[in-house]
Every structure is written in structure tokens, then in C-alpha cells.
């Protein structure tokens, strides 16, 4: 089997590994300068923002000692670093990417962006949800909601423009 440049792992899998962490997707995809740089900045980004202490905080049930441990300045950057690198992997993946594909990844990133904005002082039934739980929760299901809705839409618009001019 010939091996090309960026196009001889799956989607699934290279989306998988960036999952787990930013960089390795790309690292598969012998993309080493573009790996190393996002598995840097998200090992910048992480310290800077305490992001381990947090998550640590936050699985043991410390939700308000979270907040306080949480660099939102550095924080901020993570959602954004951590979706592209998401995206990037994915359409460098072996197979064709689906048009528009790339906008739930960025919704995605907005809206748990906009959960760690909240996450200070956003109660749910009276309890604090904190910077790990929020963004997660609320975020992420809702850019993949909106997100997949306005590619839908987008698609629906490109598909009637092209029976226009057809």
C-alpha cells in the first residue's frame, strides 16, 4: 500500500488521537512541525491556566476551589487551540471532508468558550458548575447542535444556488 502525506490514516482515527490530546493528530499525519507546535501551545496553555489542577479540582467535587485556580486569561485560548487542532487533524485525515465540515468544530469552540466565561458564577438547581463541568456540558453539545444545523443550512443554500445556475 502506498503511503501519501497526510492521507493514510482515517478521520476517525486522527480525530481520536487529537481528542486526546492536540498535536498527535497531526503528528500521524507526519505533519511534525504543526504537531510539535500544537502539542506545545497546548502544554503552555494548559500550565498557564492550571487546567490539571482544575479538572483535578473539579472530578473531586472542589467546584469553588476550581474557579479560584482557574487563569482565565490563559483558559480562554484552550477551546479554540483544542478544536482547530481538532480540525486540522480531521481534514488532513485519508477520505474526502464534507462540505462545511469544519463548522461544528467552530461552534464548538465558541460555545465552550462561552461556558468558561460563565463558568464562575453559573449555578445549575443551585449548584456551581465550574470551569471544566460548564464548558463540557453546556458547550460542547451545543456548538455540535448549532454547528451541524447551520452546515445543514449552508448546504441547503449551496445546493439551491447551484440548481439556480443550473
Known sequence: MEKFRGKDRGKLELLLWSIALPGFGQLLNERYIKGILFITLEFIVNVMGNFNTIILLSFNGQIQEAVNQTNYGWLMFYPCLYFFAMWDAYKDGRGESKP????PFVFSAYF????LIFSPTFTLFG???GPMWLP???GLPA???IGNIIRLLLLKKFNNNEENFA
Open 100 to 103: 462545511y465540515a469544519y463548522v
Open 127 to 129: 449548584q456551581l458548575i
Open 112 to 115: 465552550v468558550t462561552v461556558g
Open 136 to 138: 463540557m456540558a453546556g
Open 143 to 145: 456548538g455540535l447542535i
